[in-house]
């Protein structure tokens, strides 16, 4: 059965460019998260979407960041201008519903950012 | 508002050791606990969750941890340690007042030596 599956694996980039990081979760979950996991660190909240609409983006450190899910399933995470402390490995999870803390989160593999 | 404190950042034992992976958490209201395992170039994976029922949980892998609201902690053990067991823990709290958000320790590396 297919995951939480993101792309791209890698992406390198300059700083003041922009990217977009995908993240397609489990078929059928409603709830998405993003989180950002900077090296030797536990992973860090960002966002968090149910369904369509953002639930709780009180993570996002910047208005440089923002993140999209459209039509319910696949979200982008956009950076714009890009800067070096951006470097991290940016991670997707989903859940089926969301409701209630203990539904459980799975995770993607993570897109590692590296900002030149 | 939460936060976890994971103490000692790499652990060391024996190959058939008791493993203790030590985990304290700060909440303002009853907190739901979590312990994620991460082996290398892969996604977080749910070891197990304590969500106000029984006190001591019990996970995959033959996992298990205690929740101790006295001590604010949520210890993570096994009886025995195995080759494959190697990798990175995180302890994680949710709140009920929002749900969504997952507040992290900073992990601890795991290694089991032969």
């Known amino acids: 059965g297919a995951g939480v599956s993101q792309t791209p694996s890698n992406k390198v980039t300059e700083k003041g460019k922009y990217v977009e990081l995908r993240c397609d979760p489990i078929?059928?979950?409603?709830?998405l998260y993003w989180y950002r996991q900077s090296l030797g660190q536990g992973p860090e909240f960002l966002i968090y979407?149910?369904?369509?609409?953002?639930?709780?983006d009180s993570g996002l450190p910047n208005d440089r960041f923002f993140a999209v899910r459209p039509e319910g399933s696949v979200s982008t995470l956009k950076i714009q201008r890009t800067e070096r402390g951006d470097s991290a490995v940016y991670l997707c999870?989903?859940?089926?519903?969301?409701?209630?803390?203990?539904?459980?989160?799975?995770f993607g593999p993570g897109t590692r950012l590296t900002v030149l | 508002a939460q936060s976890v404190t994971q103490l000692g950042s790499h652990v060391s034992v024996s190959e058939g050791a008791l493993v203790l992976l030590r985990c304290n958490y700060s909440?303002?209201?009853?907190?739901?606990l979590f312990w994620y395992v991460q082996y290398p170039n892969q996604g977080l994976q749910l070891l197990l969750k304590?969500?106000?029922?029984?006190?001591l949980v019990k996970g995959i892998n033959g996992f298990e941890a205690e929740f101790k609201k006295s001590e604010t902690s949520f210890h993570l053990t096994k009886p025995s340690a195995h080759m494959s067991d190697a990798a990175e823990y995180f302890c994680?709290?949710?709140?009920?007042?929002?749900?969504?958000?997952?507040?992290f320790g900073d992990g601890t590396t795991l290694t089991v030596k032969p």
């Open positions: 999870a989903s859940s089926l519903t969301g409701q209630g803390p203990g539904s459980e989160q799975f």
């Open positions: 078929s059928g979950h409603t709830a």
């Open positions: 979407f149910q369904g369509t609409g953002a639930a709780d």
């Open positions: 909440s303002s209201v009853p907190p739901y």
């Open positions: 304590y969500t106000s029922a029984a006190t």
């Open positions: 994680a709290v949710r709140l009920n007042t929002n749900a969504g958000k997952s507040t």
